[in-house]
C-alpha cells in the first residue's frame, strides 16, 4: 500500500514553460488535496477534489488548473511558469467517510523551482 | 488576524525536559483540530487529533479550550527524534475537510 505519490520530487522550469506535477492515491479516498508551502508558512490549499470529475478552487488557485478523471490520480498543471510559483508542492487525500475529523495524508512533496 | 497562529520557535530543550506548544484559532466555528509533525523536507504527519476532553499518547498530551480557542500540545521526556517542525491544523467546517494550518512551532532537542 503505497498511499499517496507524487512525481516529480524536484523540478527547476524556466520562467513561462509549463508542467503537471501529477499525484496519486490508493487509499480508495474521494477527498483529493493540493497544497503549496512556503519557507516559513504554513500549507496553502491551491485546489481541491471531492471525487471524480469534481474539482473546486482553494484559497490560491491562480496560475494553476486541476483535473480529476479517476479516483487514483489528482494531477496539478501549471500552464506559464512564475517565480512566484516557486514552492513545495503536497498532494493529500482522505477518506470517503464526510467526516470532519478524518485525517488527511500526504504525498512527499514535489520542490519546484521557476528561474 | 491569522487564522491559525503559533509561535516559530525554535525551542531548544535537552533531552528529558518537557515543552509546551499553544495555538490560538480565529474561527469560533471549528469543530476539528489536529497537531500534524513536520520533519525538515518531508511531508506532514498526523501526530494527533485534539478532543474538548483533552487527549494523551505516551508522552504527547494535547488540550482544547474551545471558549479561549486556544489549542496546546505538551512533550514530556523529550528524545532527540522529537526535533521537528510541529503544526496546528484547524478544520474550518465549511461543509467538507478544508483544514487551515498554522505556520508551525520549531523544535529542536539537543544530547
Known amino acids: 500500500n503505497a498511499g499517496v505519490t507524487q512525481t516529480p520530487k524536484f523540478r527547476i522550469l524556466k520562467i513561462g514553460q509549463s508542467m503537471t506535477l501529477q499525484c496519486t492515491q490508493d487509499?480508495?479516498?474521494?477527498?483529493m488535496y493540493w497544497y503549496r508551502q512556503d519557507p516559513g508558512m504554513g500549507l496553502k490549499l491551491i485546489y481541491y477534489s471531492v471525487g471524480a470529475g469534481i474539482t473546486d478552487k482553494g484559497e490560491v488557485p491562480n496560475g494553476y488548473n486541476v483535473s480529476r478523471s479517476t479516483t487514483e490520480d489528482f494531477p496539478l498543471r501549471l500552464e506559464l511558469a512564475a517565480p512566484s510559483q516557486t514552492s513545495v508542492y503536497f498532494c493529500a487525500s482522505s477518506s470517503s467517510r464526510d467526516r470532519a475529523e478524518d485525517t488527511q495524508y500526504f504525498g512527499p512533496g514535489t520542490r519546484l523551482t521557476v528561474l | 488576524r491569522k487564522e491559525v497562529e503559533q509561535d516559530p520557535g525554535p525551542f531548544n530543550v535537552p533531552e528529558g525536559a518537557t515543552v509546551a506548544f499553544n495555538c490560538t484559532y480565529s474561527?469560533?466555528?471549528?469543530?476539528?483540530f489536529f497537531w500534524y509533525r513536520q520533519d525538515c523536507r518531508k511531508e506532514p504527519k498526523l501526530l494527533m487529533s485534539v478532543y474538548s476532553s483533552g487527549n494523551e499518547d505516551g508522552r504527547f498530551t494535547a488540550q482544547l479550550n474551545r471558549a479561549s480557542q486556544y489549542i496546546s500540545l505538551l512533550i514530556r521526556d523529550s528524545k532527540l527524534s522529537d526535533s521537528a517542525t510541529y503544526l496546528c491544523v484547524v478544520n474550518a467546517n465549511t461543509g467538507f475537510q478544508k483544514l487551515v494550518f498554522g505556520t508551525g512551532t520549531r523544535l529542536l532537542v539537543s544530547p
Open positions: 487509499m480508495n479516498h474521494n477527498y
Open positions: 474561527n469560533s466555528a471549528s469543530q476539528s
